[in-house]
């Protein structure tokens, strides 16, 4: 396995997260996908869950998550 899960910047539809869990976990990036929509369509909860991985998981080979960058981008501005 990787050493960290990140969002993945080459193999990516929407955010990169099912294609960063499929690298994290060697499992191939079209069952995660499988399982994300399923997720989504069944549960619901799925999808919080993926935007809620988007915004935590850092882009691969970033030190920050979009979460943090945009935290950081509101105290820039109001500096």
Do not use: H
Request: charged share 15%.
């Amino acid at each position: 396995m990787s050493a960290s899960l990140t969002r993945s910047r080459t193999d990516k539809v929407l955010g990169g997260v099912c294609g960063g869990i499929a690298a994290f976990t060697k499992i191939d990036v079209a069952i995660i996908r499988v399982i994300a929509a399923l997720g989504i369509l069944f549960f619901g909860a799925g999808l919080l869950v993926y935007i809620l991985l988007w915004l935590l998981l850092p882009m691969e080979g970033a030190s920050e998550s979009g979460l943090d960058q945009v935290i950081n981008s509101i105290k820039n501005n109001r500096s």
